[in-house]
């Protein structure tokens, strides 16, 4: 150790410093982890992809201050109710407490005002038309027992009600066989069904090895449905109930058991089964099949099915999984955020503006559309969708559904965002008072969005004919689609109003859903196809109608077709020389009769309506064009329901407007077609004059169709579209689309070495994620409210 001693320093800081220190300490630390932020924020910048703007915005629904093509409000429909609760006549009781042989309200629905009162309101600043509701009653209570229709406003708060009494409905009252078949009817007919099937719990469970009777979901069970119409001639009410295995996909596992119940009168133990068929024989009576099956006194089945082999109907994957491996397809998305705007029922895009609404018994309806500013109908939207089927059974060869009956509306049910719209739809809900005593509320039944049809709208390349080119000019086809999809019983028809930019609506139906499938009975092959052990689907012919009342320059319009001919005609230009060729004429239409379309491919023409005191800068009519791109001849004139379907006989037919034609056909159809309450025939008996006067253009569009093993399980989209177009013709003075943004111009540098490109402001390129609805919010119930 050495001789200096080892001394121990303290160093002494100040407060002051020290507290220096531990701030720079700090600061150092803070600044250190918000430049590790930001290093972390560039690297996920860097690596996802930022989320698209919204765009236009969606507003919902003011039920405070509904608009004059807005649906009833819940409050509005409740309102109607209890009004008409509280009178002393008719004295209605509520539904939940009503049976047959009472009074009660079957439906409450939008009655909207004349047209011409409407557009007073919309072009000549009048106030808005008082809002009324449109009730639909059942009269039990009366003898006879009749259906009435009343109105009842002013809406919210009503103080009147009137008797219709409408000048389009042939028989009045309305007859009680005519009525749709309710709840509280159910109730009775399946109660009726439960006691006859107890007897038949042997036949059930050795044919089929399964049951209907007290059932319960633990157990192999059968399901029965009805058909329509309800018997064979006017004034029946005789329903058959056809059987089927419970399973995902039933429509396709019939069971050769149908059960004919009548149902006629209001005495409902009256009510009784008249024909039950097995196996493609007839007894009057359940006791009677009992007995002879039995005695083995006839042909028994023995079709029971191995649950894995009842798959076939289902949607669950199977098959080869050799082409397929799991992954997302395409998805769409807005780069620049929505391009269309919602105000509650109330659109606009890019030039077009309209209103939709959804009525309980036709379906969605679109109101007031004007393009650039000019109306160019007042109202688009489908009147029925009917199927008529052939078969040689009981059921099958007598089933002919008239699906506006059944309501088109409240069977247009909540939709699956990425499946039946984009998940970047906007989706509107609707609400429907029928079959119930309160509203019921339809979650996101109807969508709203913009489609890139993934092809020009229009195009060209100009080749110099050297290899190169001068120019080329496009445009992306981008359109909006309003969308709903009807359910009605075993089919789903996706209907679509599409507006293009180029002043183009479309008027489309979409087939998808079950086929009705019937027991493959011998007698029943020329009717059919067989997709399954003892299943054939029928041969049947889809019919849709729709409605058009287009405004073409104003109300006043005249329709025109250019009938298109040959001649055979010297060439002028030559020494005895002929060519033949194609040339038009204008033909003015003059009265209702001679503006039917009977389609005939010998005799071509162009279908016009336009306004005779509108020209473009030509001296061309500003006319638009139906151009009809589903016409399918009705095969079933003769039928004995046919005055029920009258409409159907011509793919086009024109009348002049009447507020009391609003409708081509009525949910009483159905249960009476032989003897109907709506005949379209009387739209034309009159042959009103056309010319120069508001138009409404009826359109039917249509199809046969003969199934095939693909159309297990489902019938597909592909092939199955049906759609009409309403297309501009000289309205403009130019194809209007010029006027967009978006289209691309190219023409080439000097050796084809660089490029001129215009996109005229439009960015190019994207570098956006938008967020989608997904299947996980599906509720798929309509809960009362």
């Given at each position: 150790?050495?001789?200096?001693?080892?001394?121990?320093?303290?160093?002494?800081?100040?407060?002051?410093?020290?507290?220096?220190?531990?701030?720079?300490?700090?600061?150092?630390?803070?600044?250190?982890?918000?430049?590790?932020?930001?290093?972390?924020?560039?690297?996920?910048?860097?690596?996802?992809?930022?989320?698209?703007?919204?765009?236009?915005?969606?507003?919902?629904?003011?039920?405070?201050?509904?608009?004059?093509?807005?649906?009833?409000?819940?409050?509005?429909?409740?309102?109607?109710?209890?009004?008409?609760?509280?009178?002393?006549?008719?004295?209605?009781?509520?539904?939940?407490?009503?049976?047959?042989?009472?009074?009660?309200?079957?439906?409450?629905?939008?009655?909207?005002?004349?047209?011409?009162?409407?557009?007073?309101?919309?072009?000549?600043?009048?106030?808005?038309?008082?809002?009324?509701?449109?009730?639909?009653?059942?009269?039990?209570?009366?003898?006879?027992?009749?259906?009435?229709?009343?109105?009842?406003?002013?809406?919210?708060?009503?103080?009147?009600?009137?008797?219709?009494?409408?000048?389009?409905?042939?028989?009045?009252?309305?007859?009680?066989?005519?009525?749709?078949?309710?709840?509280?009817?159910?109730?009775?007919?399946?109660?009726?069904?439960?006691?006859?099937?107890?007897?038949?719990?042997?036949?059930?469970?050795?044919?089929?090895?399964?049951?209907?009777?007290?059932?319960?979901?633990?157990?192999?069970?059968?399901?029965?449905?009805?058909?329509?119409?309800?018997?064979?001639?006017?004034?029946?009410?005789?329903?058959?109930?056809?059987?089927?295995?419970?399973?995902?996909?039933?429509?396709?596992?019939?069971?050769?058991?149908?059960?004919?119940?009548?149902?006629?009168?209001?005495?409902?133990?009256?009510?009784?089964?008249?024909?039950?068929?097995?196996n493609g024989q007839m007894y009057y009576s359940i006791e009677k099949l009992v007995e002879q099956y039995t005695l083995n006194r006839l042909r028994k089945l023995d079709i029971k099915v191995d649950p894995y082999d009842q798959q076939y109907s289902s949607f669950e994957r199977r098959g080869p999984k050799d082409y397929d491996a799991p992954g997302r397809g395409p998805r769409f998305y807005e780069p620049d955020g929505r391009r269309y705007s919602v105000d509650g029922q109330h659109v606009q895009y890019v030039g077009w503006n309209f209103n939709f609404r959804m009525r309980t018994s036709t379906g969605l309806q679109i109101f007031d559309v004007r393009f650039q500013g000019e109306?160019?109908?007042?109202?688009?939207?489908?009147?029925?969708?009917?199927?008529?089927?052939?078969?040689?059974?009981?059921?099958?060869?007598?089933?002919?559904?008239?699906?506006?009956?059944?309501?088109?509306?409240?069977?247009?049910?909540?939709?699956?965002?990425?499946?039946?719209?984009?998940?970047?739809?906007?989706?509107?809900?609707?609400?429907?008072?029928?079959?119930?005593?309160?509203?019921?509320?339809?979650?996101?039944?109807?969508?709203?969005?913009?489609?890139?049809?993934?092809?020009?709208?229009?195009?060209?390349?100009?080749?110099?004919?050297?290899?190169?080119?001068?120019?080329?000019?496009?445009?992306?086809?981008?359109?909006?689609?309003?969308?709903?999809?009807?359910?009605?019983?075993?089919?789903?028809?996706?209907?679509?109003?599409?507006?293009?930019?180029?002043?183009?609506?479309?008027?489309?139906?979409?087939?998808?859903?079950?086929?009705?499938?019937?027991?493959?009975?011998?007698?029943?092959?020329?009717?059919?196809?067989?997709?399954?052990?003892?299943?054939?689907?029928?041969?049947?012919?889809?019919?849709?109608?729709?409605?058009?009342?287009?405004?073409?320059?104003?109300?006043?319009?005249?329709?025109?077709?250019?009938?298109?001919?040959?001649?055979?005609?010297?060439?002028?230009?030559?020494?005895?020389?002929?060519?033949?060729?194609?040339?038009?004429?204008?033909?003015?239409?003059?009265?209702?009769?001679?503006?039917?379309?009977?389609?005939?491919?010998?005799?071509?023409?162009?279908?016009?309506?336009?306004?005779?005191?509108?020209?473009?800068?030509?001296?061309?009519?500003?006319?638009?064009?139906?151009?009809?791109?589903?016409?399918?001849?009705?095969?079933?004139?003769?039928?004995?329901?046919?005055?029920?379907?009258?409409?159907?006989?011509?793919?086009?037919?024109?009348?002049?407007?009447?507020?009391?034609?609003?409708?081509?056909?009525?949910?009483?159809?159905?249960?009476?077609?032989?003897?109907?309450?709506?005949?379209?025939?009387?739209?034309?008996?009159?042959?009103?004059?056309l010319v120069d006067e508001d138009l409404v253009v009826w359109l039917t569009a249509g199809v046969v169709h003969i199934p095939h093993s693909e159309d297990i399980p489902a019938t597909a989209t592909p092939g199955n579209s049906y759609t009409i177009y309403l297309r501009p013709y000289n309205f403009f003075q130019t194809c209007p689309s010029v006027s967009l943004s978006e289209a691309v111009h190219i023409t080439p540098g000097n050796n084809f070495d660089t490029l001129h490109v215009k996109t005229f402001g439009t960015k190019q390129g994207s570098r956006c994620f938008q967020k989608e609805e997904n299947y996980e919010e599906f509720n798929g119930t309509t809960p009362l409210i």
């Amino acid at each position: 150790m050495s001789g200096k001693m080892a001394v121990d320093r303290e160093v002494t800081v100040s407060k002051n410093v020290w507290k220096t220190v531990r701030v720079v300490a700090i600061a150092g630390v803070v600044l250190a982890a918000i430049l590790l932020i930001a290093l972390i924020v560039i690297l996920i910048d860097q690596t996802f992809l930022p989320v698209c703007p919204k765009g236009q915005t969606i507003k919902p629904r003011n039920y405070e201050k509904p608009g004059v093509f807005d649906d009833l409000t819940p409050r509005e429909m409740k309102a109607a109710r209890d009004f008409l609760l509280s009178l002393e006549s008719p004295a209605l009781k509520r539904q939940e407490h009503a049976s047959i042989n009472s009074s009660y309200i079957y439906m409450i629905d939008l009655h909207i005002t004349l047209k011409s009162a409407v557009l007073q309101y919309l072009d000549g600043g009048h106030r808005q038309p008082e809002r009324t509701a449109k009730a639909i009653v059942y009269r039990g209570d009366l003898d006879p027992p009749r259906v009435e229709e009343y109105l009842v406003g002013p809406l919210p708060n009503p103080n009147y009600h009137v008797l219709i009494r409408d000048p389009a409905y042939r028989r009045l009252p309305i007859p009680w066989t005519s009525r749709p078949v309710d709840q509280i009817e159910y109730k009775h007919l399946y109660g009726i069904l439960e006691k006859a099937t107890e007897k038949l719990y042997t036949v059930f469970r050795e044919s089929y090895g399964m049951h209907y009777h007290n059932c319960t979901k633990d157990e192999a069970c059968m399901a029965f449905f009805d058909v329509a119409p309800r018997g064979l001639e006017s004034g029946e009410r005789k329903s058959w109930f056809w059987g089927f295995r419970k399973v995902e996909g039933f429509y396709s596992h019939p069971l050769g058991i149908e059960i004919q119940i009548e149902h006629e009168g209001t005495d409902v133990s009256e009510w009784r089964v008249v024909r039950v068929i097995y196996n493609g024989q007839m007894y009057y009576s359940i006791e009677k099949l009992v007995e002879q099956y039995t005695l083995n006194r006839l042909r028994k089945l023995d079709i029971k099915v191995d649950p894995y082999d009842q798959q076939y109907s289902s949607f669950e994957r199977r098959g080869p999984k050799d082409y397929d491996a799991p992954g997302r397809g395409p998805r769409f998305y807005e780069p620049d955020g929505r391009r269309y705007s919602v105000d509650g029922q109330h659109v606009q895009y890019v030039g077009w503006n309209f209103n939709f609404r959804m009525r309980t018994s036709t379906g969605l309806q679109i109101f007031d559309v004007r393009f650039q500013g000019e109306r160019i109908a007042y109202e688009l939207s489908l009147q029925e969708a009917a199927v008529f089927y052939s078969g040689y059974g009981a059921v099958s060869g007598s089933t002919n559904y008239f699906d506006t009956s059944w309501l088109l509306g409240a069977s247009s049910y909540e939709l699956v965002p990425g499946v039946d719209c984009p998940g970047t739809a906007s989706f509107h809900d609707s609400h429907h008072f029928v079959n119930s005593g309160q509203p019921k509320y339809y979650k996101n039944s109807i969508c709203v969005f913009e489609q890139n049809s993934g092809m020009p709208l229009r195009r060209h390349y100009s080749s110099d004919f050297q290899g190169g080119y001068s120019n080329y000019g496009g445009l992306v086809d981008h359109f909006l689609v309003v969308r709903t999809i009807l359910n009605v019983w075993n089919y789903d028809y996706l209907i679509d109003y599409i507006f293009h930019l180029n002043g183009v609506i479309e008027l489309k139906v979409s087939a998808t859903g079950y086929v009705q499938t019937t027991f493959a009975l011998a007698h029943e092959k020329p009717y059919g196809t067989i997709v399954e052990n003892n299943v054939l689907a029928n041969l049947h012919q889809h019919m849709f109608h729709f409605k058009a009342d287009l405004d073409i320059g104003g109300r006043e319009n005249r329709y025109s077709t250019l009938d298109i001919s040959k001649e055979t005609v010297r060439i002028p230009w030559y020494v005895e020389r002929n060519k033949t060729q194609l040339k038009f004429e204008k033909v003015l239409k003059e009265k209702e009769m001679d503006a039917i379309l009977e389609f005939s491919f010998d005799h071509p023409k162009y279908h016009l309506f336009y306004n005779q005191n509108t020209r473009n800068k030509f001296d061309y009519h500003r006319a638009y064009r139906v151009q009809h791109g589903a016409m399918s001849k009705f095969h079933l004139e003769e039928a004995a329901f046919m005055r029920a379907a009258n409409w159907a006989r011509y793919q086009m037919a024109v009348t002049k407007h009447k507020d009391t034609e609003d409708v081509s056909t009525t949910i009483y159809a159905q249960n009476d077609p032989f003897d109907p309450v709506l005949d379209f025939h009387t739209f034309l008996d009159n042959n009103d004059k056309l010319v120069d006067e508001d138009l409404v253009v009826w359109l039917t569009a249509g199809v046969v169709h003969i199934p095939h093993s693909e159309d297990i399980p489902a019938t597909a989209t592909p092939g199955n579209s049906y759609t009409i177009y309403l297309r501009p013709y000289n309205f403009f003075q130019t194809c209007p689309s010029v006027s967009l943004s978006e289209a691309v111009h190219i023409t080439p540098g000097n050796n084809f070495d660089t490029l001129h490109v215009k996109t005229f402001g439009t960015k190019q390129g994207s570098r956006c994620f938008q967020k989608e609805e997904n299947y996980e919010e599906f509720n798929g119930t309509t809960p009362l409210i």
